[in-house]
C-alpha cells in the first residue's frame, strides 16, 4: 500500500489513464537486456509485470527504445508505487527514462497527473523523515524528470519553515552538494536536457545552496 493518501491517488489517477497501453511492436529488446517473453508481456497492454522488468525498462538508455514515451507509458502505472516505495533502485535514472519521454508534451490529462504525481511524491518524501539520502534521490529525481529545479526548492523552502527535521535535511543536501560541486561543475548524473539547461539548473541550485552556511572544512 502506498503511504500517503496524496500519493496514493495520484498512483491511481495514473493507473486509471494509462491502463490498456502497450509498448510499440517494435520495441522487442536487442535479446541481451530483455527476453522474448519480457518483450511479449511489455507488448500486451494491462498484464502484469515483474518489479525488475519495470525498473529496468524505465531505467534503460532511451536510446535503447524505438518509442520511449509508449514504453514509459506501458510501465508507468507500477513504476510510480515502486518509487515511492524506494527499495532495490535509483530513482534517478527512471527519472531520466520519464524525461526522455517528453512527459511534459502529453496530453493536458496525462503531463498533469504526472506533475502531481511528483509533487506528491516530493512532498511525502520531505514530511516522513525519510534520511537525507533518500531525500537528496528524490530531489534529483523530480529535477531530472522535469528538467526544472524552481518548484522543488520553493516546496523544500515551504516544508523548512515548519519542520526542523527538514531543516536538518536540507542542511545535509547542501553540505553533501557543495562536495560534489568541488569535483564537478553539475551534480546532476544523468541529465536528460541540452548542457544549457543542465548548465542553468547546476547554476540555480548552487545560488540556492548560497544562502545557506557553506559549511568549514
Do not use: Y
Not at 506501458?74 to 527512471?94: E, F, K, N, S, T
Request: include cysteine; proline fraction near 6%; charged fraction near 25%.
Amino acid at each position: 500500500m502506498l503511504p500517503d493518501t496524496d500519493v496514493a491517488a495520484a498512483a491511481t489517477t495514473i493507473s486509471t489513464l494509462f491502463s490498456g497501453v502497450a509498448a510499440h511492436p517494435v520495441d522487442r529488446g536487442c535479446g541481451r537486456c530483455f527476453s522474448d517473453e519480457e518483450s511479449a508481456l511489455l507488448c500486451t497492454p494491462d498484464a502484469p509485470l515483474p518489479d525488475d522488468l519495470v525498473l529496468r525498462v524505465a531505467a534503460k538508455d532511451p536510446l535503447h527504445w524505438a518509442d520511449q514515451p509508449a514504453i514509459v507509458r506501458r510501465v508507468l502505472p507500477q513504476l510510480v508505487v515502486l518509487l515511492v516505495d524506494g527499495v532495490d533502485l535509483d530513482a534517478r535514472w527512471c527519472a531520466r527514462g520519464l524525461a526522455a519521454a517528453r512527459w511534459s508534451t502529453w496530453p493536458a490529462d496525462e503531463s498533469e497527473a504526472v506533475e502531481a504525481f511528483l509533487n506528491a511524491w516530493w512532498t511525502h518524501t520531505l514530511r516522513s523523515g525519510a534520511s537525507f539520502e533518500r531525500v537528496a534521490e528524490v530531489f534529483m529525481s523530480c529535477a531530472i524528470a522535469s528538467l526544472l529545479v524552481d518548484p522543488w526548492l520553493a516546496t523544500w523552502d515551504e516544508e523548512a519553515a515548519r519542520s526542523s527535521v527538514v531543516r536538518e535535511r536540507r542542511d545535509s543536501c547542501v553540505e553533501d552538494w557543495w562536495e560534489d560541486l568541488d569535483r564537478v561543475a553539475s551534480p546532476f548524473p544523468c541529465w536528460w536536457g541540452t548542457d544549457e539547461s543542465e548548465e542553468r539548473a547546476a547554476e540555480t541550485l548552487q545560488s540556492w545552496m548560497g544562502c545557506a552556511e557553506r559549511p568549514v572544512r
